[in-house]
Each structure stands twice: as C-alpha cells, then as structure tokens.
C-alpha cells in the first residue's frame, strides 16, 4: 500500500536513488558524457532542444543523459529551466534566405539557382546494420574518411567555395512570378504572441500555432501531417524546398540602438508549396505551408509545414471537417509535455473518486437485484 | 530637479510586501464591505493615497494600462507609476486595466470604463476609487458573494448617485467594473457581484 | 542559446521566493482577483511551466505560490491524506522553495491545498482552499470545443447539461456522476468542483473559506467568494443527494465522513476507514473507537503509539527521517513486523 505509508518523504527520495542506479546501468561500462551526446546523438539532441522550447545543445544533451534518453522527459526538463530564464528581449528576425547551407533540396524543379545539395542525409541509406559500428572506430579511419572527403574534386563538403553564392528561397522564385501567396506581416509588425507566457484562445493566430507547432510532438504532428496526405484534410503538397544549416541570431539591445550578432542556431525549414482554386477576387495560385524548427530536425519541419497549410484552410474559405484542419484540436494536443503529465496522472490515487463510484454501481446492482425479485414474484407463473 | 529626484521609493521589500498587500486586496473583493489596511509602509507619490499606490505596485506592470486622472498623469505620480511599474498610462479609461478616480470627482463615470466582453468578462478595469474615508459617511448596505446576510458601509466623499452607478453597474453582471474604494492605508472591495441596498 | 552557465560543483542556483518570479505571481493575482470578482467564471491565466508534471497540482502549487507568505500554514492533501505521496512532494516544494511553515492540522492551516477532498473539520474564516484541478471546464464531456463552451458560459447556455443529467436518470434511475459533480454558482455559471466526491459538495455552499480553484494544464483559475451560494445540479423529483455508508469508519467509528474501501485479504475481507486522515487520527486521540481498531493495530495496520515503521517501510526509510520518526497513527502500514511482504505493494510505494 503505497498510499498512507508516513515514511512517503523518504520513499520519494529512495526513488531518486533508484533512477540514479537505473540510468547508470552497469558502471563495468564506461559513463557516457555530455559531450558525447551532444556530438553523437545530435538529431536527438535537436528534438529536444524543438520541444523543449529552447536553443541550447549542451542542456539539450545533458536533459538526455539525465533522463536515460526519454526524450519527453529531457524536453519536460528543458521547459522547466526556461521557464526561469530572465528575457533580455527579442532578437531581430532571422533571414533563412542567407543561411549557410548544408542541405537544400527541393521537389518542385530539377534544377534553380543554387542547385540540390544533397548534404548529410540518411534518405539513400539502405538500412543495413553497419556492424562495424559495434566496434569503435580508430583514428586513423577517421582521419582517411576526413582526407578523402576534403580531397575529392567534385564538391562533397557543402564548402563555400563549392556553392553558389545565393541559394533564393523556391517559394520566392514562385512569388516573383504572382503564383505564390503572399505573406505579409500583420499590420504594425506586432511581438509575436507567445503562448508559454499568455494564455490561447480561438480560432488562434498563426503566429500563435506555429509557435504551438515547433514545441510539439514530432510524432503526434507526423501524424496529422500524414493524415493530411492520406485525405483527412484536402491538400495536395510539393516540397517546394528543405533547406538545413547556420543562420546568424542578432539582438539589439536597448542602450547600444544597433544589431549585436549573438552567433548562429542551426535551423531546418521546409516551404511547401499547396494548390488553391482561388475565389472571385483572388486567381488561382499555390499556397504555403511552412515548418521551421532548431537543428536538423526534416521530419519535423516537414509535418509542421503539412499541418500549418492544413489550419490556413479556414482562411482561404475551405471546410474544417478533419482534426489537422481544426486549430483546437492541434494545439491542445501537440503539446506532448502536457499531455504525458496528464495521461500520466492516471498513476496517481484516486481511491476517493473510484469509492464513488463503487458505492453507486453496488447500490444499483443491488437496486436492479430487488427490483426484478419483486417482478419475479409479483408474477410466480411466469417465473416457472 | 530631475526625474529621478521627484520619484518616491516604491517597496523596499517587493516580494514579501507585495503579497502582504495582495492578500489584502484578495480579503477585500472576495468579502466585499470589510476593512482591509495594506501594512506596506511606502511614501506614495502625490495624489496617491497608500492604499491606491501599494496596491498599483502589487498588481500593475508593462502589461496593465493604466488610466489617471489628467492632473495625476502629468504628475508625479504618473512618473511614479512609469518608473515603478512599467505601466503604459493611457488616455481612454475603456483600455484600462486599472484606474484611478476621485470618488466626489463628476467624472468619468464608471461606465466609461471596459466592463469586459460576455465571454471574457475577467478582461475588466479594476476601478480604484480614492475618497475622503471609509467610515463616517452615507450607508448603503451590500449582498452577494462575500457576505453573509448584509453588510453595511459609509465612505465619505462619494460624489452624488455614486451608489446608483455601482447599481448599473452591478445589473451587467457577469460583466462590469470592480471598484477598490481606498483612503490612507485602509481599502474596501466592491466587485461587480455585490449588490448595493438601500441607505439606511 | 541561453545565458547560462553550468553551476559549480558547490553553487546553489538561487529559486524566487515560492518558485515563481514576481511578474508571473502579478500575473497570477490579477487572475485571482477578477475570479473572485465573477464566482464560477473560468478565467484564463498564463500558466507556466512548471517542474512538476502538468496534471500532478500545477494549478494548485502556482496559486499558493502567488498567495502565500511568511504567516502562513501550509496544509496539503490528496485523496484527504496528507502523507500520500504527491501531497508529500507538493508539501516538500513548498518547504524548500517558500520556506513554509507546514501542518497536517486542518485547523492550524491558512492554505490548504486539496486534490479530490474538502477536510471534514469546518472550514474556518480566514482559511484558504486551494483546489487541484485537473478539468476546468464542466462542459467539457458534452462538448469539446473551448470555442463553444465559452459561447455557452457567455450565454447561460447550459440546457444540453440538464439533458445529459436527466439522460442519467431515464437510464439509471439517477444521476450516475459521483465525483466532479456540477454545480451552479451564485445563481450563474455551472461549475466543475473538481473530482471531490459529491459528498463533500455541500461543504462548498456558504463555506466561510476562500476557495480557489487552479488547472495549470488547462490555464485556467476560478474561484469562490466566502459565502457563495453553490448548488449542485439537480432535479426537483430527483433531488441531489450524497453518498452513505452502511457502517461508520472501522477506526475512529465516524459516521459523518467519507470513507475509502480498504481490502484487508483477498477473500473479500474489507474494512472502511475515514479518507481524512488527520480528521480520523484526531477523533481516535479523544478516544472514539472503531469497531477494527483493535484488529487493525494487532495486524499492524494501525500504530496507535509513536511507533517505529523502519523494518515495515522497508529499505527506503532511513531512522533520521523527521516525516517517518514523527509518524503518529496511520492505517496502511504496509506490511506488521515480521510479515511477509508484498512485492508489488512494495514496488508501487517506490
């Protein structure tokens, strides 16, 4: 009986210890650092850092290390240190069209400015276990791979040397030419609304579900985005482009009154690009479903950027009928933080409640009971 | 003389001295009519009684417009409150999250204040009313949600059909203003869901 | 890219006082005054993260933070225990980030923050109840969208209730909700105690006490004057009515409290004691009897004396534990000196 037990403070913390021997596991094996996840573990350390709402790779790796590699914990950690966290201010917004590729691809044209730069991607790998990665891999096979990649003449290092100077964004290619819908700020250029700090309420902005989108689930957001593609929702996408790499943050603080570069976030963004009818006033032109998220997190980007175009349908006047398509739904249930303390708190006691409700079903069983007794011998033939 | 000079010191405890005050002002508008007194010891600005200034300190910051009087806005106090609080001092009561009036002053009235919307009707200005005291002046009793039964109040220094405003104001229920009467150290609630008797 | 900077091995990191910074607890107060402005009405706050699970008291822990102080006492309670296991905790955080002063006497508390219980001593003017809530919005079962129960809040709109209430009684002979049941405030708006027993509704009506609500999850705070009149939903020819045992509490011999059903054996055997365990202690210190007192204290399940429950605790009790060495009597004491114990009761208590 874990209720009632008086000793429940020195339980609680016989638990800390207890998960400090479980995350340990055989200390015969060498302690993974944080260091190493943050190196090695990157593409983890990126979701994190997405759903924990917050750029930082060496928290991001030490919220897996300290949570035994559950992400939606290490997120939960993330969150509840930067929900602390003083704010200095906004940065100035980021311009992704000056990015320091390491990837761009994009499914709409064969070749554009810039060209596909494929980068590193697991998308042609055939998944095949590489055993060899049982086994460490020495210096000096490291130091071939590095001479090989640096000497080969055809470009394998995204090195600015090898690409092209500009790399223009595909949905700006199409705008040039009036087919794309174009996005304007709103009027005044307002703060975007945050919704770690003010409370949602609907139909949300897009600012608003957007932000709600780069914290969520990626799994529950994959999801809705293949729901979308499947016919839950009447979109028809192109990646118009994925682009991953370096874009600089600058701050301008308020005594200086000019830009200060505060260093570069990998960022992921993907622009997909949708059709729309067009309406009396408006021709017919493709619309924009956009995903930007930290690190190199395509997965995420991508879905995001399904599901953002899903909830525009309101404004272009399409039906709402399926769960991508409805604000409420996504944003209440992306949050896999919020969700897991909830789905979770199912572990606590609820032995008052369930008393209730064993107290009612026993008296109606008992009621039901008397009742067709007494239907029973008001009528003794029929009972025969 | 600068700025700076003309500001008086805001709390010199801000954590413990705000939640002092809060419980105050949370006693006052959850048991409307009783006597509540802010123990904050600060030296309001001109124009601000203790009660009024401790209790802007406690609830007001960059994200609650506030509405003065014009002489009090051009003031100290307002430089006070800016200074202080971060608040934005706004020119129309209806945008106001928290104001403050002169109870015998003809205006503005308190329907000139935002009573909310039907389904946010917590999006209201909470009024804060500066009169010449609590006790001593014409009764009227209350009813409602904080009170047992009835209660009585006499502040003094309400300007005429005052009593009849807070009435109207009372029949938009669950929308409408709340009204913080204050004077010295000492504040009385007065939310929208009391309902105002008949002076006895 | 955050600011930070890995602390030394030795350095504090320096908490607000009660955990929230001052611009969030202002923020929390504006919530509060205008939910005690407007009884009943949910209002919406910028509820924060926080670093105990959303759904475990984050509504609950962040209004005692924005309201309590150095002259309170905190009293917490789950399931109307104190010494269950996330009351232990929320009561811990409290301890350490506020500093506070903590009881499990209902009636030495200013704050007494609640999951699922009203204590059964009289609230007490001056008192203040600080319900977990994990369900806000008592419209929530019949119509799932937030856009169109604050419609019907706005409206009074609240007919599809009296159907779905009535439904219960067409289908069940009566209104099958036993916890959580809806009530309407001061003549107003409808709703949502949180999942307390129905019994414990009427405690609400009139109650000398602050009662605030808070559902961190959900970003929403309401509240109770002193005084309000809280009726629960009914019908007039099927009138509200509570639960009732058909024999008192098997320790103290109340018969005016809430009891939870205990399994003494797995041959059916069961015992019913007071879900308020500081209520059912202090009636068994002015020397009421139950009729299984006797049994319970021989098995172990009670210890009527400063006892020592090291062994019956098992390893994770250590002898200088202020909590464990302060024990008074508690019932559920997992297992009497020398008995064989339960692995799995054992593993749930870690």
Not at chain 2, 22 to 42: D, H, N, W, Y
Not at chain 2, 80 to 85: D, E, G, N, V, Y
Not at chain 2, 127 to 134: E, K, S, T, W
């Amino acid at each position: 009986m874990y209720v009632a037990v008086k000793g429940g403070e020195a339980a609680i913390l016989a638990t800390y210890d207890l998960v400090a021997e479980a995350r340990r596991g055989d200390p015969a094996v060498p302690e993974i650092s944080v260091a190493q996840i943050r190196e090695q573990q990157a593409l983890a350390c990126a979701r994190v850092m997405n759903e924990g709402s917050l750029y930082d790779k060496d928290l991001a790796a030490l919220a897996l290390k300290q949570s035994q590699g559950d992400v939606i914990e290490a997120a939960f950690l993330m969150r509840a240190y930067r929900t602390t966290l003083p704010r200095f201010g906004s940065s100035q917004p980021l311009d992704t069209a000056t990015m320091a590729i390491r990837r761009r691809v994009s499914a709409t044209y064969k070749d554009l400015p810039g060209g596909q730069v494929l980068g590193p991607t697991y998308d042609y790998t055939h998944r095949l276990f590489d055993f060899e990665l049982m086994e460490e891999e020495g210096q000096s096979a490291i130091d071939s791979r590095q001479s090989e990649l640096a000497a080969a003449d055809d470009c394998r290092l995204p090195t600015a040397d090898c690409l092209d100077a500009t790399m223009p964004r595909v949905p700006d290619i199409l705008g040039a030419e009036g087919l794309m819908e174009t996005e304007e700020p709103p009027e005044g250029d307002p703060r975007p609304f945050d919704l770690t700090r003010d409370p949602v309420s609907f139909p949300a902005d897009r600012d608003v579900r957007l932000q709600s989108m780069a914290r969520g689930d990626e799994g529950f957001l994959l999801g809705l985005g293949y729901s979308v593609q499947r016919g839950f929702g009447g979109t028809h996408p192109f990646v118009g482009e994925v682009r991953v790499g370096e874009v600089a943050v600058e701050f301008v603080p308020e005594e200086l009154g000019f830009a200060v570069d505060l260093g570069d976030v990998t960022l992921t963004e993907c622009q997909m690009v949708n059709q729309f009818q067009g309406s009396k006033e408006v021709p017919p032109q493709f619309t924009r479903g956009y995903g930007l998220v930290f690190g190199h997190s395509e997965r995420k980007a991508m879905s995001m950027s399904l599901v953002d175009r899903a909830l525009k349908s309101r404004d272009f006047g399409e039906a709402a009928d399926y769960p991508a398509q409805q604000d409420e739904f996504v944003l209440y249930h992306s949050d896999n933080v919020e969700a897991a303390g909830f789905v979770e708190h199912l572990k606590l006691p609820h032995y008052v409640d369930f008393q209730g409700e064993l107290e009612l079903i026993r008296r109606i069983r008992r009621e039901r009971e008397e009742r067709l007794a007494q239907e029973r011998d008001a009528m003794p033939e029929a009972a025969e | 003389m600068t700025a700076q000079d003309m500001i008086s010191p805001g709390f010199s405890d801000p954590v413990f001295q705000s939640q002092a005050a809060f419980r105050a002002l949370l006693a006052a508008l959850s048991e409307p009519g009783t006597g509540q007194r802010v123990a904050a010891e600060i030296a309001p600005p001109e124009g601000l009684a203790s009660a009024t200034a401790t209790a802007l300190l406690t609830l007001a910051d960059y994200e609650t417009p506030v509405w003065l009087p014009a002489a009090l806005r051009d003031g100290a106090a307002g430089a006070w409150l800016r200074f202080h609080c971060g608040a934005t001092l706004v020119d129309d009561p209806a945008e106001a999250a928290f104001a403050v009036i002169d109870g015998a002053a003809d205006a503005p009235k308190l329907s000139a204040f935002n009573p909310g919307t039907d389904q946010f009707p917590d999006r209201s200005t909470t009024v804060i009313v500066q009169v010449a005291g609590l006790e001593g002046g014409a009764a009227f009793t209350l009813s409602g949600p904080g009170v047992p039964g009835n209660r009585r109040i006499a502040p003094q220094g309400l300007r005429p059909g005052f009593t009849a405003e807070l009435r109207e104001n009372g029949a938009l229920y669950p929308l409408g203003v709340d009204v913080v009467l204050t004077h010295g150290d000492g504040l009385i609630g007065l939310p929208r869901s009391t309902r105002i008797g008949e002076a006895r | 890219m955050t600011l930070h900077q890995m602390p030394a091995e030795d350095a504090k990191p320096a908490y607000n006082y009660a955990y929230l910074d001052e611009q969030t607890k202002r923020m929390i107060r504006r919530a509060l005054l205008k939910a005690v402005a407007v009884p009943g009405y949910q209002v919406p706050f910028g509820s924060r993260e926080m670093p105990l699970a959303r759904g475990w008291g984050t509504g609950g822990i962040q209004i005692t933070a924005a309201i309590i102080g150095p002259a309170d006492t905190l009293k917490v309670i789950d399931q109307g225990a104190d010494d269950t296991t996330n009351a232990v905790s929320i009561r811990k955080f409290f301890e350490r980030t506020a500093n506070a002063r903590t009881s499990e006497a209902t009636e030495e508390a200013t704050i007494i923050q609640t999951r699922h219980r009203i204590p059964e001593a009289p609230l007490k003017p001056g008192q203040v109840m600080v319900y977990q809530v994990p369900m806000p919005e008592p419209l929530r079962r019949l119509e799932p969208r937030e856009a169109e129960t604050r419609k019907m809040h706005a409206w009074a709109e609240y007919g599809l209730m009296q159907v779905k209430l009535y439904e219960d009684i067409a289908r069940y002979g009566e209104i099958t909700k036993t916890y959580d049941y809806p009530v309407l405030v001061n003549d107003r708006y409808v709703m949502a105690p949180s999942p307390i027993p129905k019994f414990d509704n009427p405690k609400m009506h009139m109650s000398p006490s602050l009662q605030l609500f808070g559902a961190g999850r959900e970003k929403r705070i309401y509240a109770l004057p002193p005084y309000t009149s809280v009726k629960s939903l009914d019908f007039e020819d099927h009138p509200f009515r509570i639960q009732s045992w058909s024999q008192p509490c098997g320790l103290c011999g109340a018969a005016d409290s809430y009891l939870d059903e205990v399994v003494i054996d797995d041959r059916g055997g069961r015992m019913f004691v007071c879900s308020d365990s500081h209520y059912c202690e202090t009636r068994r210190a002015q020397g009421h009897r139950g009729t299984m007192l006797g049994d319970a204290a021989a098995s172990g399940l009670v210890q009527p004396s400063s006892p020592h429950p090291e062994e019956a605790a098992g390893a994770a009790v250590s002898k200088d534990d202020p909590v464990v060495s302060g024990a008074s009597t508690s019932i559920l004491r997992d297992a009497p000196d020398g008995a064989p114990q339960d692995e799995g009761s054992r593993e749930q208590r870690m």
